[in-house]
């Protein structure tokens, strides 16, 4: 069992930027693909990015690609979101995941755990 929490998240202005945390319980951490994902409001949960379990790959939503970086600290067991050049449309609830399988990171359905999410608001 992993338990996942997020902090960081707040109300920024549009071209800011945040840096999200997920500390997760447990001592498999670094058994663990993780990932973040984000629901705006009236739309579905998406993918933003994800980190190896050694934190050599990582992998980027269009969206976010060149903005936002995803680290991982197994020593710490925590996960990282540094995201700059914010815009208003990254606006959202920001949820940590964990899955084993590195295919399945960017898929809704197939992860295993989920934090309870942090919201990010960036005004125009």
């Known amino acids: 069992q992993v338990q996942l929490v997020e902090s960081g998240g707040g109300l920024v202005q549009a071209g800011g930027s945040l840096r999200l945390s997920c500390a997760a319980s447990?001592?498999?951490?670094?058994?663990?693909?993780m990932g973040w994902f984000r629901q705006a409001p009236g739309k579905e949960r998406e993918f933003v990015s994800a980190?190896?379990?050694?934190?050599?790959?990582?992998y980027y939503a269009d969206s976010v690609k060149g903005r936002f970086t995803i680290s991982r600290d197994n020593a710490k067991n925590t996960v990282y979101l540094e995201m700059n050049s914010l815009k208003p449309e990254d606006t959202a609830v920001y949820y940590c995941?964990?899955?084993?399988?590195?295919?399945?990171?960017?898929?809704?359905?197939?992860?295993?755990?989920w934090g309870q999410g942090t919201q990010v608001t960036v005004s125009s």
């Open positions: 995941a964990a899955v084993f399988n590195w295919n399945y990171i960017t898929l809704v359905d197939r992860i295993t755990y």
């Open positions: 447990g001592r498999t951490f670094s058994a663990y693909t």
């Open positions: 980190v190896s379990k050694n934190g050599v790959a990582r």
